[in-house]
């Protein structure tokens, strides 16, 4: 079976990049896949994205030799054995609040007797090659995400879960369930609480053998993650770097047209 190139990065001692796919269409995906990213992780949650699509986006990624990733719309077996079967090499769920909820998790991802994962690797057997069986839950990387006041309530035994591979952290939903509305929503925190439980999730995981992965609103901010010692650090997504990117130009544009001669000259001319 063909290696999860995250835990070779990660093997290395080195973090690794991730970006984040919400617009469901695999020619963006393809285009993403050629940027440089180590993986990229499809949204089933907060994107506009199916299954169907889903597994076409998985496909596009193959050729250039990104790691597939899933983030799943919730902790359902059957849509995180689908995405397996599908040739994702992994499953990032949201909202795992406790033990029993991270277990239940591990099962979903791990073949007996591990956990409960049923088989039909219909295209994962053959995009990650021979022996998926025996290797799969060797290479499958199973990602938690910590969200809430419960969750951090119940970092330790989390985190200590058998077969859970990582905690990632989403700084939106986590700030809002810590502080309510209190602040604004988004990433990129600087609030000096939000901040300390972001590392303490990032302690939490390390004390236990996991990894640690931050979802960041830019690259300044994923810079800071990783000189705080995690893993894996999630820049934007395709939705916001494209708007990000098509506002910006026509700022620009716009100032510059504003500022031309032509523009008073045509104001002028009206009357």
Not at 242 to 269: C, H, K, Y
Request: hydrophobic share 40%; net charge negative; with cysteine.
């Amino acid at each position: 079976m063909k290696p999860n190139k995250l835990k070779q990065i990660w093997s290395q001692g080195k973090p690794a990049i991730n970006g984040f796919l919400s617009i469901p269409n695999a020619f963006v995906s393809e285009l993403m896949a050629e940027q440089g990213y180590d993986a990229l992780t499809i949204d089933m949650q907060h994107g506009i994205v199916d299954y169907q699509v889903t597994v076409s986006m998985i496909q596009s990624m193959r050729a250039s030799e990104v790691v597939p990733l899933v983030r799943v719309p919730w902790l359902e077996p059957g849509i995180i054995m689908k995405v397996l079967d599908a040739g994702s090499y992994g499953v990032v769920c949201p909202m795992i609040n406790n033990r029993e909820q991270a277990e239940r998790f591990v099962s979903y991802v791990r073949y007996p007797p591990l956990g409960i994962r049923s088989f039909g690797p219909t295209r994962a057997s053959i995009s990650a090659g021979a022996n998926y069986g025996a290797e799969a839950d060797e290479q499958m990387l199973c990602m938690a995400m910590i969200e809430t006041q419960e969750a951090v309530s119940n970092l330790d035994v989390i985190a200590s879960t058998p077969g859970l591979d990582g905690l990632y952290i989403g700084p939106a939903d986590l700030t809002i369930g810590l502080t309510g509305m209190r602040y604004r929503t988004g990433f990129d925190r600087e609030e000096p609480e939000i901040i300390e439980v972001i590392k303490r999730i990032l302690a939490a995981a390390h004390r236990h053998g996991k990894k640690a992965v931050l979802h960041c609103g830019s690259p300044e901010y994923a810079r800071r993650g990783l000189a705080w010692g995690f893993d894996m650090v999630t820049i934007a997504n395709d939705v916001r770097m494209l708007t990000n990117a098509s506002s910006a130009s026509v700022l620009q544009v716009r100032t510059a047209i504003e500022d031309s001669p032509r523009s008073g000259q045509a104001s002028e001319s009206q009357y």
